[in-house]
């Protein structure tokens, strides 16, 4: 039987793995994530509820849904969406994020199945889900177009994908990794790779050749003064996240 193909660098993952640990740690290495979440998770429940008609006031909203964290890193996504009652799956291609993650999941009482798999894998073993989530990981692999028809692949007919990324110009030059990696030093030196940053144009472009839908896209912009991050229908010079559909019969 023939190797699935990865679209995983391998010096990419080991960044990650060097900073397994400190997933969970609100000022460590990951400082800017944990200071992005309450944005990034405030995008994805809309869209999961609006999409799949939702109320965010219930106790369970996605109850019977699957979600797929791809990337998931210590599982600072997965967690929320499990207490939201979805099933979820968090895959990482770094098998040190895998340990970290299961732990704190174990401790906050969760039931989360993490695996060390890549989404090539996943979707050549047929694997379905109703929510892929796909966040700052496009930057990191070797072929975006591959890896997005992999999530593609995915996805129920008419499922959502939620794919966050960094603009490439010279204000996301200068802010996340002139500002973010040697000035602020929330991250290590050489975290990110300018070159590989998507505008948002060449984003949808890729998600439309892996056979997606583009519905949404937004910026997420960070306040210095409030040290707060907020959602912005046209900034998106910086950070940003889309929302896509596989297309499916009408329900």
Partial sequence: MQATQTTVDPSEIAKFEAMAAEWWDPNGKFKPLHML??????????QIAGEFDRDLNDLRPFEGLRILDIGCGGGLLCEPMARLGATVVGADAAEGN?????????????????????????????EQFDVVLNMEVVEHVADPLAYLTACKDLLKPNGLHICSTINRNPKSFA?????????????????????????????????????????????????????????????????????????????
């Fill in 37 to 46: 979440n309450p944005c990034r998770l405030d995008y994805i429940t809309n």
């Fill in 98 to 126: 895998i340990p970290v993650a299961q732990v704190h999941a174990q401790q906050s009482g969760l039931e989360i199945d993490y695996r060390h798999t890549t989404a090539e894998a996943m979707a050549a073993a047929e």
């Fill in 175 to 251: 802010m996340a990794i002139v500002g973010a990696e040697y000035v602020m030093r929330w991250l290590p030196k050489g975290t990110h790779e300018w070159a590989k940053f998507i505008t948002p144009e060449e984003l949808f472009e890729l998600l439309r050749k892996a056979g997606l839908d583009p519905v949404d896209r937004k910026g997420f912009v960070f306040n210095p003064i409030t040290w707060q991050w907020r959602l912005s229908d046209r900034d998106l010079s910086v950070n940003y996240v889309t929302a896509s559909l596989k297309p499916g019969p009408s329900v």
